[in-house]
Structures are given as C-alpha cells and as structure tokens.
C-alpha cells in the first residue's frame, strides 16, 4: 500500500497545519490537559483518514479482453439504457459507481485500446448521486476504442458535492492498456461507464466493485 502521487502536498500542508495546531494549543492551553488530549486524537485521526484516503493498493489486475473491468472501487447506484449526447449521441448502456471517501480514489482504464476523446468540463458540485451530477457537474469525459472489438466505451469521471477536483491523465490518440491508471477524484464522488447496448453486463444494483477485478460487463 503506497501514498498515491496526487495526495502527496495534501498530506504535506495538513501535516504541516495540525503540527501548528496542536503546538499552538500546549503554549496557550498549558493547564487544559482534557482539552489538549482530545484535540490531539481527533488531529491524529484526522490525518490517518487523509492518509487512508490517499493510498494506493498494490493490485493485482485481472486481465480479461473480453470484459470491461471496473474503473474503480465503489457501489453499482446506476444501470439503465439512457441517450448519451456528448459523444455519442445515441442509446447506451449507463453503469453508475459511487465512490464513497473510504474508497480507493484511484481510476483505472477498463479496456485496452485507445483514447478517441479526453475533454475536460467545468461544471457544478451536485451530490455525486444526483441523477443531473452526470451532465452538470465537474467532470471529464474519456472515449476508449476497444483494442480487441470494434466497439468504443465512455468513461466520465463526475466530482461531487465535497469532491472538488477531478484528475484525467487521459490524452487523444495514445494507446492505453487495461488497468492503466486514468486518473483520481478526491474525496467522495462518481464514476460512469456508457456501453454499447449489446454488452452483457455482469453486476446489478448495489453490487460492490473492485477496481481492476470486478468485471462490469463483456462484449
């Protein structure tokens, strides 16, 4: 288990920010023992938490050219056939997976093959299961062509409420290989998929993903 690279200067200045604290607290609280002692738990757990949250497993990934691996870990909250109009613009197969802030933030690339399109939205900061959040919010979008399949996926990463930023190492035209890493969200939010309507999806509403393991679908 690592720190991944993107939590790295946020451990650093809450670190940095809860060391101040709690000096600041011994020199002007001297005689306030209770105060300072739970002041300091709740600092230290604080940074425990933001250290959980920025780690990075060391994961085996199942490699399966057939199948669409979850990009993420996370519970299945959507799986309906909706039009998807950015890229699209026809009928898909939409996988929803909330991500809640104990899960792994990473994002993985479901399937090889190569990016068509990576674009970058700004937008909004809607509860991550807000059913407008897919369109509205914070997001990027990522268009994957199947290296095995003449079939392409879109991957969107959606910030949420408390999610504020979203990270895309995606680029057009580079190939990419299945588990690849696409990027992070920080803290809670969401990820969704839009497959062809011919994909056999193997999960169903409220299943648990790991990502890298879990198989969403197949084509």
């Not at 959980?52 to 994961?59: H, L, N, S």
């Not at 197969?93 to 090889?112: C, E, T």
């Not at 003449?150 to 290989?177: M, T």
Request: proline share 3%; charged share 25%.
């Amino acid at each position: 288990m690592n720190l991944h690279k993107e939590g790295r200067l946020t451990v650093f200045l809450v670190a940095v920010l809860l060391i101040a604290l709690n000096i600041l607290l011994v020199l002007y609280l001297k005689d306030l023992f209770i105060v300072k002692f739970f002041f300091q738990i709740i600092t230290s757990v604080f940074f425990v938490f933001i250290l959980y949250f920025f780690r990075k497993p060391d994961r085996q990934i199942l490699i399966n050219k057939s199948g669409i691996l979850a990009p993420c870990d996370g519970k299945v909250v959507v799986i309906e056939e909706v039009h998807e109009p950015e890229y699209f613009n026809d009928k898909r197969i939409q996988v929803s997976i909330f991500m809640s802030p104990l899960n792994v933030h990473v994002n993985w690339y479901p399937i090889a093959g190569s990016v068509k399109l990576a674009k970058y939205h700004k937008g909004k900061h809607l509860v991550a299961w807000h059913p407008k959040s897919s369109t509205d919010n914070e997001r990027s979008t990522v268009v994957i062509k199947s290296k095995f399949h003449d079939k392409e996926i879109l991957v969107r990463q959606i910030a949420g409420a408390v999610a504020r930023r979203v990270v895309c190492y995606s680029k057009e035209n580079e190939d990419i290989s299945q588990g690849e890493e696409l990027g992070f969200i920080k803290f809670g939010s969401r990820l969704d998929l839009f497959l062809p309507l011919d994909a056999k999806i193997k999960l169903k509403l409220d299943d648990i993903t790991i990502g890298r393991q879990t198989v969403v679908a197949e084509f």
